[in-house]
């Protein structure tokens, strides 16, 4: 079979008026009836409505359509349930002739074309499923030689379309050649084949006037054998138009489908490439049938969505919705109920519907249902989820080696070399940890020996680690639920209050003052200008160390400074990181000066197994590397600044929001009560947007996303936010 090239004949397509329809209609099936064009691409259709209401369809075919399609159409139709029927002509012949062109009588089926029915309730989707998988099912034991034939809509011969690349703009061709290049590769030999409808786009697939079921799938004008799994894949192409989590609108089709009709895993493999090589194959013969027929409006009715889509698929990650269509058929893995026996049940899940996360990507995290979610609070994934150069550089350092620090190894001297000259003079001593506890620890541990003093002053509802020595420094903790109260040696500073650490200064003489450069668990509170310098000094009379954590605030993520305490002007003694720094792989720094350094180094070694092994600092480098080449720096600045003004603009306009604040992509906004929060989280959730509250009030609304976070996440973030706080 050679692939067609050949346009569709579509100057051969009939050219009748509804007066000869109508009395063609009179003449060979005794039908008084009054006749409406329909809209067909090749064809000629015609809704009669006779005088007592009833309706058929009257179908004049291209004079290029060969009697063999059109019967083994009828003969198909014939054996598909809720399939149009045709009804014979006086003289008992299924198919007439006038002049050029045959002409059948179908009977008329009720409903709205899916693609003007809004929503797609997961009802209808699963309706849609089912009839397609009696419509395979039913086809399953059908052949007819005409089916046997090259067909340009054939997805088997998708890369035949390649010859069209040219008529679309370069640009988009990436789009495209992908996709028949992933057709082109299946193995089409592992695929059940048989006779299959092939055109389920969303005009021919009918719905009831409530979009609850479908009614019907019309015109049986593409068929063609060839592999099965091609039918259902078309009908996703289309179901995926339009929607804001296309995905799993397709997952919910081949749900209801494999229940009926059990796909195999040949074909959920195959399903998610076709279903996009049939975009392509509308969009490129739409340019190409544009270019013989401009006026035929019917041509380009999904190409403007289709490219959409298109661009939207691409931005997915690779093998997501495969995966997606894999877990639609399977029953769910106990996830909540595993951990809820084997974890202990001091850790919480997030959402009162939690989420089954399986991939992430840049700025997004997608569900295991094919849901995609804006993430607006992972400080962690830096420079978005699973960055291909982040990911790559720790595949290959961990494909060479990876070993301890008491071996020479040029990653980590390249590393501290690199870190070390983010900070200033004389932050110039680096110690690699494994998470900001243990950096916390740590800098607790040397401001202690340095000073030879244990009291420590502490900024009210702080959080720095999860610890012991940490627990009992961290107001949220230990004045939170389970907690033992504020220790001996620990005094808490009022929030902003820098003359209140001078205050407790004098009075505890402390070995250290520790304070996040902008306040994180008090709920994205920034200092006051002149905060660190006042404090700073206070402590350093009366010989204390200061100590800045910036495991939230550090790496760029204030826009105007890579680290947020260069903000207020000073320079820390210790500064501890973590979070962001491996992008989601587990470590941790501290950096201090010569002198604590020395002070520190009693005899008693430090040694960390796991930290600054050469696997953390190749990606710790990678993380450095791509903070730089992204400039994610300024555009933390840039679209914070950007979000920030959005953010105060729907303060003005709901009272729920009672303040805005923050510094580049460091920011919150606090609302009324936790209560209107939690529910704005939530709601939130359900419309792709995931946030989380923090604050002593638990009513603050945290956005500190990936550094990746675009102008347009920017928008979509706001847009939503107006929507949810209206209702
Ligand atoms: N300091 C601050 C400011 C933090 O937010 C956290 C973690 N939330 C830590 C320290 C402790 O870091 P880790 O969880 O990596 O031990």
Not at 427 to 449: F, K, P, T
Request: with cysteine; glycine share 8%.
């Amino acid at each position: 079979m050679t692939p067609s090239v050949k346009p569709p004949a579509l100057e051969r397509a009939p050219r009748l008026t509804s007066q000869e329809a109508g009395r063609l209609a009179a003449e060979w099936y005794g039908l008084s009836a009054a006749a409406a064009p329909l809209a067909s691409e090749r064809d000629q259709n015609f809704r009669l409505t006779d005088a007592a209401g009833a309706r058929f369809v009257l179908k004049i075919a291209n004079a290029e359509e060969p009697l063999e399609i059109l019967q083994m159409q009828n003969a198909a139709m014939a054996r598909v349930p809720g399939a149009p029927r045709v009804i014979t002509a006086r003289d008992g012949q299924e198919i007439a002739r006038h002049g050029a062109h045959f002409v059948r009588l179908l009977t008329w089926i009720e409903g709205v074309c899916f693609a003007e029915v809004r929503p797609h309730t997961p009802q209808l989707l699963a309706s849609l499923g089912r009839s397609l998988a009696a419509m395979d099912a039913a086809l399953a034991g059908f052949d007819h030689p005409a089916a046997h034939r090259a067909f340009h809509w054939d997805l088997q011969q998708a890369a035949a379309a390649r010859a069209h690349l040219g008529l679309v703009p370069p640009e988009r061709r990436a789009l495209v050649e992908p996709w028949l290049e992933a057709c082109g590769e299946l193995d089409w030999g592992a695929l059940r084949h048989s006779v299959i409808h092939n055109d389920a786009n969303d005009y021919n697939v009918l719905a009831d006037a409530e979009g609850a079921c479908i009614t019907g799938i019309l015109d049986y004008g593409d068929m063609v054998y060839s592999a099965t799994a091609c039918n259902l894949a078309v009908a996703l192409a289309y179901v995926m138009l339009h929607e804001q989590d296309p995905i799993a609108a397709a997952a919910r089709v081949v749900s209801a489908y494999h229940a009926a009709f059990p796909l195999a895993d040949a074909e959920l493999d195959a399903l998610y490439p076709l279903a996009a090589a049939r975009l392509c194959l509308s969009v490129l013969h739409a340019a190409w049938q544009t270019r013989e027929a401009p006026r035929n409006a019917y041509l380009n009715i999904s190409n403007a969505a289709a490219w959409h889509l298109l661009e939207r698929l691409a931005s997915l990650p690779a093998g997501w919705a495969t995966e997606v269509f894999h877990r639609a058929v399977r029953p769910e893995a106990g996830l909540a109920a595993a951990r809820r026996r084997h974890l202990g049940p001091s850790l919480s899940l997030s959402y009162e519907r939690p989420l089954h996360i399986v991939r992430g990507w840049m700025q997004h995290l997608y569900d295991a249902a094919g849901r995609r979610y804006l993430d607006c609070v992972n400080n962690v994934a830096h420079v978005g989820h699973c960055h291909p150069r982040v990911v790559r550089a720790g595949n290959e350092q961990a494909a060479r080696l990876n070993t301890n620090t008491r071996y020479l190894y040029e990653p980590l001297a390249e590393y501290i070399e690199r870190l070390a000259a983010t900070l200033p003079e004389p932050l110039r001593v680096v110690y690699l940890v494994c998470s900001g506890s243990e950096a916390n620890e740590l800098a607790l541990r040397m401001a202690r020996a340095h000073t030879g003093r244990k009291n420590t002053i502490v900024v009210d509802v702080a959080y720095h680690g999860n610890t012991n020595a940490l627990v009992e420094i961290s107001p949220y903790k230990f004045d939170g639920p389970g907690g033992g109260g504020r220790p001996e040696h620990v005094r808490v500073a009022r929030i902003g209050a820098a003359g209140h650490v001078a205050e407790l200064a004098r009075e505890c003489r402390p070995g250290l003052f520790i304070c996040e450069s902008a306040l994180s668990c008090a709920g994205q509170v920034m200092l006051p200008p002149g905060y660190l310098r006042e404090a700073y000094e206070a402590v350093r009379a009366v010989g204390g160390v200061c100590v800045a954590d910036e495991v939230q605030t550090g790496f760029g993520r204030a826009g105007s400074h890579f680290w947020m305490f260069q903000t207020q002007g000073v320079a820390p003694d210790i500064v501890t990181m973590g979070k962001p720094i491996g992008n989601g792989h587990p470590m941790a720094a501290v950096v201090t000066t010569p002198e604590i350094a020395a002070s520190f180094a009693n005899g008693m070694e430090y040694f960390n197994t796991f930290g600054g092994n050469p696997v953390s600092c190749a990606i710790g480098l990678a993380v450095l590397d791509v903070l730089r080449d992204e400039g994610l720096q300024e555009n933390a600045r840039a679209v914070g600044g950007r979000l920030l003004a959005g953010l105060r603009e729907l303060q003005a306009r709901h009272a729920a929001i009672v303040d805005v604040r923050g510094q580049g992509l460091f920011l919150g906004f606090e609302m009324t009560d936790a209560a209107r929060a939690s529910a704005l989280v939530n709601r939130m959730k359900e419309r792709g947007v995931l946030l989380s509250t923090d604050g002593p009030r638990h009513n603050v609304i945290k956005i500190k996303p990936p550094m990746v976070f675009g102008p347009e996440d920017a928008g979509f973030l706001l847009e939503r936010l107006d929507g949810c706080l209206d209702r």
